[in-house]
């Protein structure tokens, strides 16, 4: 079956600019989160959404957003793009939500701010 | 908070030699403990987990036991291969509300050679 798949796989965006990441879950998985992935600071949890509501969110500014549609694909929005948000942005699914039922990782999608 | 601490890597072994990476973890009530594992260039793959307190989570020949008195997870494998070299990542989730997030160490990264 397909994985997780997370769009596009490489974006460079200059300072100041938005950007919008895609991430489509495994067939039947209903919850989705997004992990931020740098040297400095290691895999950080951005948030969750299960059947369309945040269910989760960790410690990132306000300019960090994202949303969930009725098919389960999800979006992350990054606005006023800062350097330091160059990152690997991984996108996990999995059926029921909770660790225990087993994430699905994307392969990510690398973004780079200059 | 939930915070987890792995040993400094890189690990550099001979193929064939034993494994061990060590990781401890502080929360609060009783997580549960991960090891995922990071192929070049591709999202996380989980390997094992243990759910409660001398539970022990295996696969591929890796094995970790979960141990609440000295609160550690260490990830071990009597034998690795060249195809084991990748990064490592112990993670913990919270139970309920904070079960959907992972709470990730550092990374190991392990090579090994011929």
């Known amino acids: 079956k397909a994985g997780v798949t997370q769009t596009p796989r490489y974006l460079i965006k200059t300072r100041g600019q938005q950007v919008t990441l895609s991430c489509s879950p495994i067939?039947?998985?209903?919850?989705v989160s997004w992990y931020q992935q740098t040297p400095g600071q290691g895999l950080q949890f951005l948030f969750e959404y299960f059947s369309e509501t945040q269910r989760n969110k960790g410690n990132f500014p306000g300019r960090f957003s994202g949303r969930q549609f009725s098919n389960s694909r999800s979006e992350m929005n990054v606005s006023t793009l800062e350097l330091g948000d160059s990152a690997l942005y991984l996108c996990a699914s999995s059926s029921a939500g909770g660790a225990l039922f087993g994430y699905t990782f994307g392969s990510g999608t690398r973004l780079t701010v200059v | 908070g939930n915070s987890v601490t792995q040993m400094e890597g890189p690990v550099t072994l001979s193929e064939e030699a034993f494994l061990t990476i060590n990781c401890t973890y502080t929360?609060?009530?009783?997580?549960?403990l991960f090891w995922y594992v990071q192929y070049p260039g591709e999202g996380l793959q989980l390997l094992l987990k243990?759910?409660?307190?001398?539970d022990k989570g295996s696969n591929k020949g890796f094995e970790a036991t979960y141990r609440k008195e000295t609160t550690s997870f260490h990830l071990e494998k009597g034998s690795v291969q060249v195809s084991d070299s990748a990064v490592y990542f112990c993670?913990?989730?919270?139970?309920?509300?904070?079960?959907?997030?992972?709470?990730f160490g550092t990374g190991t990264r392990l090579q090994v050679t011929l």
């Open positions: 993670a913990l989730s919270g139970k309920g509300g904070t079960a959907s997030k992972l709470t």
């Open positions: 067939s039947g998985h209903r919850s």
């Open positions: 243990a759910t409660k307190a001398d």
């Open positions: 929360a609060t009530g009783y997580p549960s």
